[in-house]
């Protein structure tokens, strides 16, 4: 995600160079500032004994849901039509 984000910064710093586009010049800062808060240490809080059930259940849905998104998103033919079947009716 963080190389993502800094190819993304790259592309807005690009595009910001144009005098025609405002949009670079208001979010580069925003996303400047993000990338600073996201190189900061982060404190790891030890995960007590009764949240480590929930919390799994929690990140397995969250990562089931995910790949059920990143499927839909990269399967072949049209995404409108992704729910009637498999991806390959669709075609």
Same mark, same amino acid.
């Given at each position: 995600i963080? /190389?993502?984000?800094? /190819?993304?910064?790259?592309? *807005?710093?690009?595009? /910001?160079g144009?005098?025609c ?7 580069k @800062? ?7 808060l996201?190189?900061?240490? *982060?404190?790891m809080?030890p995960?007590?004994?009764?949240? !480590?059930? @929930? ?9 089931? +849901?995910? +790949? ?5 998103v990269?399967?072949?033919?049209? @995404?409108?039509?992704?729910? !009637?079947? /498999?991806?390959?009716k669709?075609?």
């Amino acid at each position: 995600i963080f /190389s993502l984000l800094r /190819s993304y910064i790259a592309l *807005v710093e690009q595009v /910001s160079g144009f005098q025609c586009c405002k949009f670079g010049e208001e979010v580069k @800062p925003a996303l400047d500032k993000f990338v600073l808060l996201l190189q900061e240490p *982060v404190k790891m809080v030890p995960v007590e004994y009764w949240m !480590e059930a @929930p919390l799994c259940q929690y990140t397995m849905d969250r990562l089931f +849901s995910f +790949s059920i998104f990143t499927a839909r998103v990269f399967a072949v033919g049209d @995404p409108t039509h992704h729910t !009637e079947g /498999s991806a390959q009716k669709c075609m």
